[in-house]
């Protein structure tokens, strides 16, 4: 995660929230107290953000002073303790609400996250997350899946070539978006990988007789179906499901051999995780 990027969205969301100041302190509170809180666990989980968390601490005030119990991607229970911060009682209720909305959030996306990855335990089927993610919080949200045992897509429309039903559509058909892409990105010198999708079996048959791609991506196929198109490919391109794939037949998927498993809800219909920074 860039230190510069992480910056701007804490200065950015404390500007939202603070306005012209933090007038509940400044009204109750003298302004050079000093004070102690903990980040109290109420819901079992996978805690993520603490390392945001800290870098947010510092960037609000540097002389605050944090300890540390436990880690990114840890299991917790409630009743744990993260972290204690102690220093200005201004600067830590300043932090208080961005800090929990960053971690209760990324925690809950990395729970979901590994509650489907142990699904899949014993097979080779990795879980992948999407772009729907919320505005301004992608790079957090991908980092909470990388924490819950999941794998990124792609950050965004830059670092990957993926082709849908609209590109395939809007350029006349599956070989002749193949064929543009590849020649697109050679007069362009860029080294990106190429995903296209398949709304069904005869697209994976056209879809290989065509060549040209590094992955085909099977959307909204039913199990027997994919189990199919799996047999079909051999090996010759990654495969990835995605599209009416739930927890409860995730598995089933995962056992028809494909690489991929892209999931949607783990960034964009989370539960967040239950905790609160109280005073100690």
């Known amino acids: 995660m860039k230190d510069n990027i992480l910056r701007d969205f804490i200065i950015r969301n404390l500007e939202e929230d603070l306005g012209d100041g933090d007038h509940s302190s400044l009204a109750s509170i003298p302004v050079d107290a000093k004070g102690k809180v903990k980040l109290l666990i109420k819901e079992e989980g996978i805690i993520a953000g603490v390392n945001v968390a800290v870098e947010a601490f510092k960037i609000i005030d540097n002389n605050l002073d944090i300890e540390l119990f436990i880690k990114d991607g840890c299991r917790i229970a409630p009743g744990d303790i993260v972290f204690t911060v102690y220093g200005n009682q201004h600067s830590i209720l300043k932090a208080e609400r961005l800090i929990l909305n960053i971690m209760q959030r990324m925690s809950g996306i990395a729970t979901a996250t590994s509650i489907y990855v142990n699904k899949l335990e014993g097979l080779t089927t990795k879980i992948l997350d999407t772009r729907k993610t919320?505005?301004?919080?992608?790079?957090?949200?991908?980092?909470?899946?990388?924490?819950?045992?999941?794998?990124?897509?792609?950050?965004?429309?830059?670092?990957?070539?993926?082709?849908?039903?609209?590109?395939?559509?809007?350029?006349?058909?599956?070989?002749?978006?193949?064929?543009?892409?590849?020649?697109?990105?050679?007069?362009?010198?860029?080294?990106?990988?190429?995903?296209?999708?398949?709304?069904?079996?005869?697209?994976?048959?056209?879809?290989?007789?065509?060549?040209?791609?590094?992955?085909?991506?099977?959307?909204?196929?039913?199990?027997?179906?994919?189990?199919?198109?799996?047999?079909?490919?051999?090996?010759?391109?990654?495969?990835?499901?995605?599209?009416?794939?739930?927890?409860?037949?995730?598995?089933?998927?995962?056992?028809?051999?494909?690489?991929?498993?892209?999931?949607?809800?783990?960034?964009?219909?989370?539960?967040?995780?239950?905790?609160?920074?109280?005073?100690?």
């Open 134 to 280: 919320t505005p301004g919080m992608r790079f957090l949200e991908k980092e909470a899946v990388r924490i819950g045992g999941g794998l990124n897509h792609r950050m965004g429309l830059y670092d990957m070539i993926l082709l849908k039903d609209n590109h395939i559509d809007f350029c006349g058909g599956i070989a002749n978006a193949i064929k543009k892409t590849n020649d697109y990105l050679k007069q362009n010198n860029k080294n990106l990988k190429i995903v296209i999708e398949a709304r069904n079996v005869a697209d994976v048959e056209l879809i290989i007789k065509t060549g040209g791609v590094d992955r085909i991506l099977l959307d909204n196929f039913n199990v027997p179906d994919t189990a199919a198109a799996v047999k079909m490919i051999n090996h010759r391109f990654e495969i990835e499901s995605s599209g009416g794939i739930t927890l409860e037949n995730l598995r089933q998927y995962g056992e028809c051999g494909v690489d991929y498993i892209s999931v949607g809800s783990l960034t964009h219909h989370i539960k967040s995780l239950d905790m609160s920074l109280k005073a100690v």
